[in-house]
């Protein structure tokens, strides 16, 4: 049974840097993906990764701030944030595809991942 579970989020200041964390176990992926949901917003899209593409993916809002690298021998991929802001408090998702599938939907749908892990909190204060 595939499991995906999150962790490293936490309340930091403004400006602070911070790293999450993603491991999957129970199966092999091809993609990964990072989701967020700021309070009454929707999820939106932070970051990708397929495994046969040398660069992630990043949504504006979080690129040149926010760094995706992945173990692929353990099966974890860490978000850097880095210059984190007020409007980065979010719960932040990790996503994966399994290596079944091929890419159908755009890296930044929710449709192009099979499951998901139950989230982390990061809360940015002034």
């Known amino acids: 049974q595939v499991r995906v579970v999150e962790s490293g989020g936490t309340l930091v200041n403004l400006g602070a840097s911070l790293i999450l964390s993603c491991e999957a176990t129970?199966?092999?992926?091809?993609?990964w993906g990072w989701f967020r949901r700021a309070p009454g917003k929707e999820r939106e899209f932070v970051a990708n990764l397929d495994w046969n593409s040398v660069f992630p993916q990043y949504s504006s809002a979080v690129r040149g701030r926010f760094t995706m690298t992945r173990d692929s021998a353990k099966n974890t991929i860490l978000l850097h944030m880095n210059t984190l802001k007020l409007e980065d408090t979010a719960v932040y998702y990790c996503?994966?595809?399994?290596?079944?599938?091929?890419?159908?939907?755009?890296?930044?749908?929710?449709?192009?991942?099979?499951?998901w892990g139950p989230g982390t909190q990061v809360t940015v204060s002034s």
């Open positions: 996503a994966t595809r399994s290596a079944e599938n091929r890419a159908i939907y755009a890296p930044a749908s929710d449709r192009s991942y099979d499951y």
């Open positions: 129970g199966g092999t992926f091809n993609a």
